[in-house]
């Protein structure tokens, strides 16, 4: 029963992490997005002119 208990607080534990990761790593993946979204404007726009 310990046991039982103390995986289950590993567990949630983990899983905790791996949401605060996630959001890490989709602003990591947004701010990656927006500067390539910003690069293929700028060449859109020299392209124009």
Do not use: N, P, Q
Not at 1 to 8: I, P, T, V, Y
Not at 32 to 38: A, C, N, T, V
């Amino acid at each position: 029963m310990k046991a039982l208990s103390l995986l289950l607080v590993l567990l949630f534990k983990y899983s905790l992490g791996l949401k605060l990761e996630a959001k890490r790593i989709s602003r990591l993946i947004k701010s990656i997005y927006w500067s390539l979204g910003g690069i293929k404007k700028l060449f859109k726009r020299r392209k124009k002119t």
